[in-house]
């Protein structure tokens, strides 16, 4: 399974960005889908996930300023970004729980390459 994330950039503080994840590869179904984020010095956090069924969860610092969905048919997944600050700034990744094939297991660690976002105040 392979996982390309995309759209990141250069922007100013209040301004947007959407980024776009890709799925490809032998994927039987998605369970789950979600966006982290890397700021230097710090840990990976979650930023957003959606599941299968389309129930979303946020971290508390975006709630109300990103918005994260996704396209069944493309594997594609989303992330809305406004009103983004300097503390936004970061490498975001994406993640994926992916089921191969009918009655394979889940395997949730599936991550793409990460794309940089840089929020200048």
């Known amino acids: 399974v392979q996982l390309q994330a995309s759209g990141g950039g250069l922007v100013q503080a209040g301004g947007s960005l959407k980024l776009s994840c890709a799925a490809s590869?032998?994927?039987?179904?998605?369970?789950?889908m979600g966006w982290y984020r890397q700021a230097p010095g710090k840990q990976r956090e979650m930023v957003a996930t959606?599941?299968?069924?389309?129930?979303?969860n946020y971290a508390d610092s975006v709630k109300g300023r990103f918005t994260i969905s996704k396209d069944n048919a493309k594997n594609t997944m989303y992330l809305q970004m406004n009103s983004l600050k300097p503390e936004d700034t970061g490498v975001y990744y994406c993640?994926?729980?992916?089921?191969?094939?009918?009655?394979?297991?889940?395997?949730?660690?599936?991550w793409g390459q990460g794309t940089l976002v840089t929020v200048s105040s």
């Open positions: 959606i599941a299968s069924g389309g129930s979303t």
């Open positions: 993640n994926a729980a992916v089921r191969r094939y009918r009655y394979s297991e889940v395997v949730p660690d599936n």
């Open positions: 590869g032998s994927i039987f179904s998605i369970e789950r």
